[in-house]
């Protein structure tokens, strides 16, 4: 069992930076793929990049360049950096855990955060 928490949202211009957490409870984090997806009003939820056991890195294409994720397996963190913020990066943040290997879909994902609030303005 994982329980997933995420913080660090919040309300931030356009071209500026946030750093999303994902503090993660449970045994065995370093050998789960993590992953962040995002919801916007309306829209489906879409994921975002995903970070395997191995730390290798994936990310979705209107992302690739500006976002960043890492893990800490010491703190049983994963983190995700974004720059270069655009208005429609607004949604809300989902970080998300499954054993095995990365995967772009939503519900291959078992364990999920409550999400957290993220507000480009223009």
């Known amino acids: 069992q994982v329980h997933l928490v995420e913080s660090g949202g919040g309300l931030v211009q356009a071209g500026g930076s946030l750093r999303l957490s994902c503090a993660a409870s449970g045994r065995a984090f370093s050998y789960y793929a993590m992953a962040w997806f995002r919801q916007a009003p309306g829209k489906e939820r879409e994921f975002v990049t995903a970070?395997?056991?191995?730390?290798?890195?994936y990310y979705a294409d209107s992302v690739k360049g500006r976002f960043t994720i890492s893990r800490d397996n010491t703190k049983n963190t994963v983190y995700l950096q974004m720059n270069s913020l655009k208005p429609e990066d607004t949604a809300v943040y989902y970080c998300?855990?499954?054993?095995?290997?990365?995967?772009?879909?939503?519900?291959?994902?078992?364990?999920w955060g409550q999400g957290t609030q993220v507000t480009v303005s223009s």
């Open positions: 970070i395997s056991d191995s730390t290798y890195t």
């Open positions: 998300a855990a499954r054993s095995g290997s990365v995967s772009y879909e939503s519900n291959s994902y078992v364990y």
